[in-house]
């Protein structure tokens, strides 16, 4: 159905300042959302409140920080929550649903198909608020694959007004009439403070290389730093980073020598994160760094780690001794990704959109950009029955 963005579904009067949650319930939604929180920031014509939340909310509030965005709300879950995927989205319904009420936002902005990113934009339904959905679009035709994202993103294409997808709707998730594409905003992160990384990652995009991000703390993953120099002389396109313990142990620094390695043994969390989120594949033996990449579109490898596969999953266990092989597997297929096409706006399209959805400008696209309106000409028509199945 056709639902008028009248004032009053909005939550105010027409001088009323709108605000919107940005809930992220992980940190790759933290790479995505602050960079949306600092575009509005800067534009200043309404309001970002940051709600970090998920099964780990002290992490996503850190991320959050470590970005150089404060954190406006935490929810912490009850101390009682169990690990698995009902008691997390049990006790994220009710501390969302008390969130929106207390805040009564004029609308909420998620990203991605996580846990949730899901209950969030259900608690919205409910209480009528508009759902902005980051990422939309994405999906695949195969309701199990990638588990239980997928399924998740369907669920938001119900239930969401607006859709901002990174490169248009993709197989089997036509989205309907409210489609703004804008790119992945997490090109809108903060380069690298360590001029090393920074350096690499100006370099790969303007010269079509491939980054290998190499995250080892352990002794036993030894094996996987022995098999690198077999890895740059098999590909002349790639740059690898190496981060972590093993970074300051002496085969490393015999690696460092080479003009397509750097060292970085302690980085700091937005610096790997925000190379994580460029690199083609991370090889890794921490299990928090691997499960972030799927988040951030990198395959990973975890080295002698325990890891259930997921139908989807780009999350490979495997021993030392077989890095090589793999992640040369990886880097001749389909995840051996380039990096994508990127001009740094993507997060103001994110708050154009936005703007546009609450009536404060004319157009939702920066190059149609025209003066603030008067709020009584407010009204947009939007697709609350699009679906994304």
């Given at each position: 159905m056709t639902t008028e963005f009248d004032l009053s579904m909005l939550g105010g009067s027409p001088d009323h300042e709108h605000d919107i949650l940005l809930i992220a319930g992980s940190r790759p939604?933290?790479?995505?959302?602050?960079?949306?929180?600092?575009?509005?920031?800067?534009?200043?014509?309404?309001?970002?409140?940051?709600?970090a939340t998920g099964a780990d909310p002290m992490s996503v509030d850190e991320a959050f920080d470590a970005f150089g965005v404060p954190t406006d709300i935490t929810l912490l879950l009850p101390f009682e929550t169990g690990p698995g995927l009902a008691d997390v989205a049990a006790?994220?319904?009710?501390?969302?649903?008390?969130?929106?009420?207390?805040?009564?936002?004029?609308?909420?902005?998620?990203h991605g198909g996580g846990v949730a990113a899901s209950i969030a934009a259900t608690v919205a339904f409910w209480r009528r608020i508009p759902v902005v959905h980051m990422q939309?679009?994405?999906?695949?035709?195969?309701?199990?694959?990638?588990?239980?994202?997928?399924?998740?993103?369907?669920v938001i294409g119900q239930l969401a007004s607006l859709f901002l997808t990174t490169s248009g709707a993709a197989l089997g998730s036509p989205l309907g009439p409210n489609v703004l594409t804008i790119g992945d905003t997490v090109h809108g992160l903060p380069a690298p403070e360590?001029?090393?990384?920074?350096?690499?990652?100006?370099?790969?995009?303007?010269?079509?290389?491939?980054?290998?991000?190499?995250?080892?703390?352990?002794?036993?993953?030894?094996?996987?730093?022995?098999?690198?120099?077999?890895?740059?002389?098999?590909?002349?396109?790639?740059?690898?980073?190496?981060?972590?313990?093993?970074?300051?142990?002496?085969?490393?620094?015999?690696?460092?020598?080479?003009?397509?390695?750097?060292l970085t043994p302690a980085p700091e969390l937005a610096d790997l994160l925000v190379t994580l989120a460029a690199a083609s594949v991370l090889i890794s033996d921490d299990t928090d760094l691997v499960g972030d990449a799927p988040g951030l579109g990198t395959a990973a490898v975890l080295v002698d780690g325990p890891n259930v596969p997921q139908p989807g999953d780009s999350?490979?266990?495997?021993?030392?001794?077989?890095?090589?092989?793999?992640?040369?597997?990886?880097?001749?297929?389909d995840h051996g990704r380039r990096p994508?096409?990127?001009?740094?706006?993507?997060?103001?399209?994110?708050?154009?959109?936005?703007a546009w959805m609450f009536g404060l400008c004319r157009s939702p696209h920066l190059?149609?950009?025209?003066?603030?309106?008067?709020?009584d000409t407010a009204a947009r028509k939007v697709d609350t029955g699009s679906t994304e199945a």
């Open positions: 939604e933290v790479a995505r959302l602050a960079p949306v929180a600092t575009a509005v920031a800067k534009a200043d014509r309404f309001r970002a409140i940051t709600v006790a994220l319904l009710t501390r969302l649903d008390r969130l929106m009420v207390d805040q009564d936002p004029s609308a909420v902005l998620i939309a679009g994405m999906g695949t035709d195969d309701l199990l694959c990638p588990f239980p994202q997928e399924a998740h993103r369907r360590d001029p090393r990384c920074a350096d690499v990652l100006a370099r790969i995009r303007p010269e079509n290389r491939r980054l290998v991000l190499v995250d080892l703390a352990r002794p036993s993953s030894h094996d996987a730093l022995a098999g690198l120099a077999g890895l740059l002389e098999r590909f002349d396109d790639i740059e690898v980073v190496i981060s972590g313990d093993l970074a300051s142990d002496q085969l490393a620094l015999d690696l460092g020598r080479h003009p397509r390695v750097v999350i490979r266990s495997i021993g030392g001794s077989s890095v090589l092989a793999d992640v040369t597997r990886i880097l001749e297929g994508a096409p990127s001009d740094g706006a993507e997060a103001q399209r994110a708050e154009q959109a936005v190059d149609d950009e025209a003066d603030h309106v008067d709020p």
